[in-house]
C-alpha cells in the first residue's frame, strides 16, 4: 500500500516538472468546459493510455517501444489539428470536415461548445501519448520492478497509481485555470484572443514534442528539479522497509532455535530454502536442489557477470568457498542477467574463466529462481543453515566480516560445537574487483540505453532506435553526450560508423564502461584521453598509458584508474572502428 501512495505522490510531482509543459496547454485548453463531461473524461483519458503504454513498455519489450512511437506521431497530428482549430473556427470546419465524427466532435470544442466526453476521452488518449515517455525515477523504478518480476496486475496499478496523482495536479491547475480565465474574460473581453492564445500555445507544444525537446531539454531540466524530490520518496520508502524489517529480525532473533544439540546460533529464521528449480543450465556442477544440499550450510550469490558491483564480492566468494569447503559449505552462484547480452551461456562461461570461479552457478535466464527467494539486488547474499532455512543475508557488496562471521558460526552449529575462529579471508583483489574508493565517490551508476538514460546532453536529444549524428559541448559533473553517428536502443547505444565517441564528466577513482562487439563479434579498437591528453598513469586495467584498448567480447571494462589524488575528470572515449555497443558507466 505504502508503494501505491509513493507513486501516486510522484505522480502528483510531475506538475512541478518542466517536463509537463509540452502537454500542460492541451490540458488547460479544457478550462471553462464542464468538468464532467470534459475536464474528466480527459483526465481519465491520460490515465488509461499512460498506464497501457507504460506496461506494454514494461512486459513486451522493444516491440512496444516502436508501437508507442507510432502512437506519438499520430498523436502529434492530432494535437496540431486541434490547435489549428482553436486558432481558427474557420479552419476548423475546414480540417474537420473530412474527420466525419471524430472531426465533428472536435470541431465542436474549438467552436466553444459542450464537447462530448467521447472528445475528451480521444483527447486525453492523445495526451497521454505525448506524456508516456516523460516520466521520473518512479517510472524507471516500476519498470525495472516488472522486468525482473515478470508480468504482473500490480505493475499497471502501481503505473495507474502515477498517472492518477499526475491527473490529479493537472485537474487542479486546470480548476485554476478555468477561474484565472473567466476573470481575464469578464474584465478585459478577450475571449477570441485567449483561445486563440491556447491554439498558439498548443502547437507550440506540439513542436516541442516534434523536436524531441520534451524527452530531451525538458528531461534534462526535469532531472535538476523533480528528481530531487522523487529520489527522497523512494529513500524514504526503503528506509521504512528496512527500519521494519529490522524489528522482524530482533523479533525472530529472541525466539531462535533450531533444535540442535549443542552449539546454537543466534541468527534469525528468516524463511525456508524453497527450490534453486527453473535455471536453464548449470555450470561447473550437476543440477542441485534444496533436498540434495541438506546437512550442507549453503551461500547462495545472485550476480551477473557486468555488474561492478558483484564483480567486487567475487574475490570473497571464491576465497569461502576454497577455505570452508571441507568444512560443509557450498557457494552457489545464481546468474540472473540485467542485459540482454548476458543471457548468452557463452559469455557467463567465459566471465566465469576469467573470474576463476570454481563453484556451481545456475544459469537463472528466466528469472525463476530470483522470483522464488522474492530477491531484488545485485549482488544479494543468502545463507542457508543445514537444515534448509535461511538465516542471514546481505544485499550490496561489503560487511565481508560480518558475513564470514555468518558462515563460521552456522558451520559450528551444524558441527553441534562451536571452533576457534580463524582469521578473515584478505583477498587480493586486482583491476575492477579491487573494493571502490566510497570516501571519495561522486559519480554513479548511468545507463547509455534510452529507457534508463539520465543526464544526457547531446543538443540534439535521443533519436530512439534510429541512426543520428551527435555532437557534445562541455558536460557538466556526471553529464555525458555522444559524438558522431549513433542508433540509441533501450539498453545500449551502437555505433554506426567509425570515429564516433562519449564523453563523460565524473569524480570518482576508477571509471568503468559495459561495452560490446556486436552480433559479428569482431574486435574494435579504441582510444581514452582523460582531460583531453592520454591516461598515463591513470589508465585502466583494460587499456595501457596511451589510452589504446580492445573490445573483443561483451562486458566491463576498466578504463580509468586515478593514481593519484582522485578529482573531476573529463573522460573521452573515441571508437576507431564500428559496430560498438555501449551499455552503463560505473565507478569505483
Not at 252 to 275: C, D, H, I, W
Not at 491 to 513: C, K, M, N, P, V
Request: net charge neutral; glycine share 12%.
Amino acid at each position: 500500500m505504502i508503494l501505491f501512495l509513493i507513486a501516486y505522490l510522484a505522480g502528483a510531482l510531475t506538475i512541478v516538472s518542466p517536463c509537463i509543459l509540452p502537454v500542460l496547454p492541451f490540458v488547460l485548453s479544457r478550462a471553462g468546459q464542464p468538468f464532467a463531461r470534459s475536464i474528466l473524461p480527459m483526465l481519465l483519458g491520460i490515465i488509461v493510455t499512460f498506464a497501457g503504454v507504460a506496461t506494454l513498455a514494461a512486459v513486451g519489450g522493444s516491440w512496444a517501444v516502436h508501437t508507442n512511437e507510432i502512437g506519438r506521431c499520430a498523436a502529434i497530428a492530432l494535437i496540431a489539428g486541434f490547435g489549428v482549430t482553436l486558432l481558427s473556427p474557420r479552419m476548423a470546419a475546414m480540417i474537420m470536415r473530412p474527420a466525419v465524427a471524430l472531426g465533428s466532435r472536435l470541431s465542436q470544442q474549438a467552436g466553444g461548445k459542450a464537447g462530448s466526453a467521447g472528445a475528451s476521452f480521444v483527447l486525453g488518449v492523445a495526451t497521454g501519448l505525448l506524456w508516456a515517455p516523460c516520466a521520473g525515477p518512479i517510472l524507471g523504478l516500476v519498470l525495472t520492478g516488472a522486468a525482473l518480476q515478470g508480468a504482473n496486475v500490480q505493475t499497471t496499478l502501481l503505473l495507474t497509481a502515477y498517472a492518477a496523482g499526475a491527473a490529479t495536479s493537472l485537474a487542479l491547475a486546470v480548476l485554476a485555470g478555468e477561474k484565472v480565465f473567466a476573470g481575464m474574460k469578464r474584465s478585459l473581453g478577450i475571449g477570441d484572443r485567449l483561445r486563440q492564445g491556447l491554439g498558439v500555445a498548443v502547437l507550440a507544444g506540439v513542436a516541442a514534442i516534434a523536436l524531441g525537446l520534451d524527452t530531451g531539454l525538458l528531461s534534462r531540466l526535469s532531472y535538476a528539479s523533480s528528481i530531487r524530490i522523487e529520489q527522497s520518496l523512494l529513500d524514504r520508502l526503503r528506509d521504512t522497509g528496512g527500519a521494519g524489517a529490522e524489528a522482524s529480525v530482533n523479533a525472530m532473533q529472541l525466539a531462535a532455535s533450531n533444535g540442535l544439540k549443542g552449539y546454537q546460533s543466534n541468527l534469525p529464521k528468516l524463511g525456508r530454502f524453497v527450490s534453486l528449480d527453473g535455471a536453464v543450465e548449470w555450470l561447473n556442477s550437476k543440477p542441485l536442489t534444496a533436498e540434495d544440499l541438506r546437512g550442507k550450510v549453503v551461500l547462495v550469490d545472485f550476480w551477473t557477470y557486468s555488474c561492478i558491483n558483484c564483480i567486487r564480492t567475487i574475490p570473497y566468494l571464491r576465497a569461502w568457498a576454497e577455505k570452508y569447503r571441507d568444512q560443509g559449505l557450498v557457494v552457489i552462484g545464481v546468474h540472473s542477467p540485467e542485459f540482454a547480452f548476458e543471457k548468452r551461456i557463452d559469455n557467463v562461461r567465459q566471465a566465469m574463466d576469467e573470474f576463476q570461479i570454481g563453484y556451481p552457478v545456475a544459469i537463472d535466464n528466466d528469472f525463476k529462481i530470483w522470483r522464488s527467494f522474492g530477491n531484488n539486488y545485485w549482488p544479494a547474499h543468502y545463507f542457508i543453515d543445514a537444515k534448509g532455512q535461511i538465516r542471514h543475508t546481505q544485499f550490496g557488496e561489503g560487511d565481508y566480516e560480518q558475513s564470514e562471521r555468518v558462515i563460521q558460526d552456522l558451520l559450528a552449529e551444524a558441527a553441534g560445537s562451536r571452533k576457534a575462529d580463524t582469521a578473515a579471508v584478505a583477498p587480493d583483489a586486482k583491476g575492477a574487483e579491487a573494493a571502490p574508493d566510497l570516501a571519495r565517490l561522486q559519480s554513479g551508476e548511468s545507463y547509455i540505453g534510452y529507457v534508463r538514460a539520465a543526464n544526457f546532453i547531446s543538443p540534439e536529444g535521443v533519436g530512439a532506435d534510429v541512426a543520428r549524428d551527435y555532437t557534445v559541448g562541455k558536460p557538466e559533473l556526471n553529464e555525458w553526450g555522444l559524438t558522431g553517428k549513433w542508433t540509441v536502443g533501450g539498453e545500449q547505444a551502437s555505433l554506426d560508423q567509425a570515429g564516433g565517441g562519449i564523453t563523460y564528466r565524473f569524480s570518482a577513482r576508477d571509471l568503468h564502461l559495459v561495452l560490446g562487439s556486436g552480433a559479428d563479434g569482431k574486435k574494435i579498437r579504441f582510444q581514452v584521453k582523460v582531460d583531453g591528453v592520454e591516461p598515463g598513469m591513470d589508465h585502466g586495467s583494460d587499456i595501457d598509458a596511451k589510452g589504446n584498448g580492445t573490445v573483443s567480447q561483451t562486458r566491463l571494462y576498466q578504463l580509468v584508474r586515478q593514481s593519484g589524488d582522485v578529482r573531476e575528470r573529463t573522460f573521452e572515449i573515441r571508437f576507431l572502428d564500428p559496430g560498438v555497443e555501449a551499455f552503463v558507466f560505473t565507478f569505483g
